[in-house]
């Protein structure tokens, strides 16, 4: 089992920045690449990025290119989320998850096998 802590997450004004951290534990030493996605008010989850853990190539959805940043530090088990430039569009809960088989579809949820609990992040005007 892999437990995944998100924390990070607030209230920021339009045009501040964040940084999101997700911290593993458990059985991470299977990891394949962990991913960041978020949920906003009433609308579906979303691919946001995806890092793979062992090379750290990097996916990214078309709508954060430049403005994300995701990273990761083996050594503590964490991932990151730097976010940039922020819009009240950009308000979500946002969810760190595990796939631990390689894939070659990091940027579908259906294929994480473990996920966090969220944080929120609420951009204000």
């Known amino acids: 089992q892999v437990q995944l802590v998100e924390s990070g997450g607030g209230l920021v004004q339009a045009g501040g920045s964040l940084r999101l951290s997700c911290a593993a534990s458990g059985r991470t030493f299977s990891t394949y690449a962990m991913g960041w996605f978020r949920q906003p008010p009433g609308k579906e989850r979303e691919f946001v990025a995806a890092?793979?853990?062992?090379?750290?190539?990097?996916l990214y959805a078309d709508s954060v290119k430049g403005q994300l940043t995701i990273s990761r530090d083996n050594a503590k088990n964490t991932v990151y989320l730097q976010l940039n430039r922020l819009k009240p569009e950009d308000t979500a809960v946002y969810y760190c998850?595990?796939?631990?088989?390689?894939?070659?579809?990091?940027?579908?949820?259906?294929?994480?096998?473990?996920w966090g609990q969220g944080t929120q992040v609420t951009v204000s005007s």
């Open positions: 998850a595990e796939v631990q088989r390689r894939t070659s579809n990091i940027g579908n949820r259906i294929v994480y096998d473990y």
């Open positions: 890092i793979t853990w062992s090379g750290g190539s990097t």
